[in-house]
């Protein structure tokens, strides 16, 4: 194959990760994945363990890294709320150390570098549908400013790299995204709503519900990343990806309810602190400069990531 290269994915044995090193290994590159597992998991990528194109590292990214590599994907950051609280000096290090880490990799080998940025860099928006001109409106000091913060500050990293140094930068940014090897205990609202469903416990809408979302399936987001790599050098991004279809917090959990055939009924719970009220990407650049949108809609994926829910609960 004449464009196969090495690839390294740092966070590859995440939920986002290991969906990528899967598609980079259809693709028939070699790849790199690098994790330290804080909330990775090894049963992610257990079945790649035995592809000759897969590799596996054990290595903190706030670490230097010195390896030889063609092309860059970093997606190593806790992203669920619980998690990126549960260490929140470690979650800044990551994304901003990681960013320093790996760029500087990218410019000594003069290679792409792609980020997974993330719609909370518009922190609880006034602009609406998110448009990536949009500068955000993010609590610095907050409880949930050390990832909102952190990514944002990667991003600023890249764009100097880029302006400084030349590197190839891809960034995008990724809006609340769905499917299964999502864990069930990371507090994110699709895991939570579906696990609580199939056990028959309570489901637990934390406000009013009146709060929205935009859900992507994992597959339609992996196809974006790969694009986004694959585009012209001067595509440097920040690219939104996500779906556009929004919903409240309470349509998903009566969606799921009905998806599942629960008995479950809907509690409320306090809204945690800053949470953002709604979120839904304009996805125009995406569509125009990468010829990419989702194409899996909310009852599609949903049904694919109940059914691997019912497959590890059960
Ligand atoms: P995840 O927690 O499943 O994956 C993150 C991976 O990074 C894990 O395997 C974890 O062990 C690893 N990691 C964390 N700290 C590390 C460190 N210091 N060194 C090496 N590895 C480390 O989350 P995910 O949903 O797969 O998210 C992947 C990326 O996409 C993250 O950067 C996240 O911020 C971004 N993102 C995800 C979403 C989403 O909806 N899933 C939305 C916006 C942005
Ligand atoms: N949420 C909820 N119940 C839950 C988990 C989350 O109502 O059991 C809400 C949460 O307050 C937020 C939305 O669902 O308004 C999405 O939460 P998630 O943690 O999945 O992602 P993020 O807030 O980072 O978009």
Redesign the pocket.
């Known amino acids: 194959m004449p464009n196969k290269k090495t690839i390294l994915v ?2 590859g ?5 290991s969906h990528l090193c899967e598609k980079l290994l259809d693709d028939g590159h070699d790849v790199i994945c ?7 998991s090894k049963e992610n990528i257990r079945h790649l363990l035995t592809d000759p194109g897969f590799e596996l590292m054990r ?4 670490w230097p890294l010195y390896i030889e590599v063609d092309a860059i994907y970093n ?6 709320p619980v ?1 990126y609280q549960h260490d929140p000096i470690q979650t800044t290090k ?1 994304s901003v150390m ?1 960013a320093i880490n790996l760029l500087g990799m990218a410019k000594r080998l003069n290679i792409p570098i792609f980020q ?1 940025s ?2 909370e860099v518009y922190g609880d928006p006034s602009v609406h549908p998110q448009v990536e001109e949009y500068w955000g409106n993010v609590n610095p000091i907050g409880t949930r400013s050390c990832y909102d913060e952190g ?1 944002r500050c990667a991003e600023t990293l890249f764009f100097d790299y880029n302006r400084q140094l030349g590197v190839e930068i891809k960034v995008v940014r ?4 769905y499917g299964p090897r999502m864990q069930a205990n990371d507090g994110r609202v699709v895991s939570n709503f579906i696990v609580q469903a199939l056990k028959g416990e309570d489901i637990t809408i934390y406000g009013d519900g009146s709060q929205t979302r935009s859900f992507c399936y994992v597959n339609d987001l992996i196809e974006g990343f790969v694009k986004m790599m694959n585009s012209d050098k001067d595509i440097t991004g920040p690219i939104n990806l996500g779906n556009p279809e929004e919903f409240t917090i309470k349509e998903l959990a009566e969606k799921i309810i009905e998806l599942t055939g629960a008995s479950s009924k809907i509690i409320y719970k306090e809204l945690p602190a800053d949470d953002p009220t709604r979120r839904r990407p304009d996805i125009t650049k995406a569509k125009s400069i990468l010829k990419w949108e989702p194409g899996i809609p909310l009852k599609e994926g949903l049904e694919k990531t109940i059914a691997y829910f019912e497959k590890i609960i059960m």
């Open positions: 740092a966070g044995g995440g939920f986002l990760g690098l994790d330290n597992f804080f909330t990775g290595h903190d990214v706030t997606l190593a950051c806790p992203a669920s998690h990551t990681g997974a993330t719609s990514k990724i809006f609340n995204t």
